[in-house]
Each structure stands twice: as C-alpha cells, then as structure tokens.
Nanobody, 119 residues
Framework: QVQVVESGGDLVQAGGSLRLSCQAS????????MAWYRQAPGKRRELVAT???????NYADSAKGRFTISRDSAKNMVYLQMNSLKPEDTAVYYC?????????????WGQGTQVTVSS
C-alpha cells in the first residue's frame, strides 16, 4: 500500500507563484509515473503535468511555459512549480502515483491541496 500526500496549496494573487509537493510513502513499491491533476468546481479532473520514470515530462497546454514538474526519485517526491498564476488555475490539485511490478500497475491518489488564485 502506498500513501500519497500533497502540500503547498495556498491563496495567491494573480501573477504569483506556488510550489506544490507530493510525497509517496510505503514499503516494497516501485514508482513508474508521477503526475499532477487538478479539478475546479463544477469541472472534470484534468491532467496538468506528468513525469515518467525515465525522466520524460508532459504538460497540458494550459500549463506549458508556466508550470514545471520535477521529481526526486530517491525521496519518492514530485513537485509542481507554478509561475504566472491565473485565476483560472484555481482548483484542487491532486498528486497521482502509479507503481509497477512487472506487468501489474497500481494507481494512487492524494487527498488534494487547494490552490486559489485571486484576481
């Protein structure tokens, strides 16, 4: 079993920056993909950025040029640096962790951290 805990959400003014952190903990697991998703009120959860085990990253169009995902594999942590924040970035941000054992994969989610961007 893997526990996933996010932190770093806050209230920030438009144009500001935030750094979200996510810690995966447990025993006997190997992390494959780590990612950040977000869900705004009344909207579906959407992908923000992914970080594959091999180092490849991928971003939603809305995040390109403003957000940066990074991971510390030794610590089982992933980060999301968010710059030039906009009111439309307001959402609950969720950390996603996928672990793998051979061909078997397991998905884990954190409880979410609130990001509010004021105009």
């Amino acid at each position: 079993q893997v526990q996933v805990v996010e932190s770093g959400g806050d209230l920030v003014q438009a144009g500001g920056s935030l750094r979200l952190s996510c810690q995966a903990s447990g025993t006997g697991f190997r992390i494959d993909t780590m990612a950040w998703y977000r869900q705004a009120p009344g909207k579906r959860r959407e992908l923000v950025a992914t970080s594959a085990a091999g180092g490849r990253t991928n971003y939603a169009d809305s995040a390109k040029g403003r957000f940066t995902i990074s991971r510390d594999s030794a610590k089982n942590m992933v980060y999301l640096q968010m710059n030039s924040l906009k009111p439309e970035d307001t959402a609950v941000y969720y950390c996603y962790v996928q672990t793998r054992s051979g061909s078997l994969k397991w998905d884990y989610w954190g409880q979410g951290t609130q990001v509010t961007v004021s105009s």
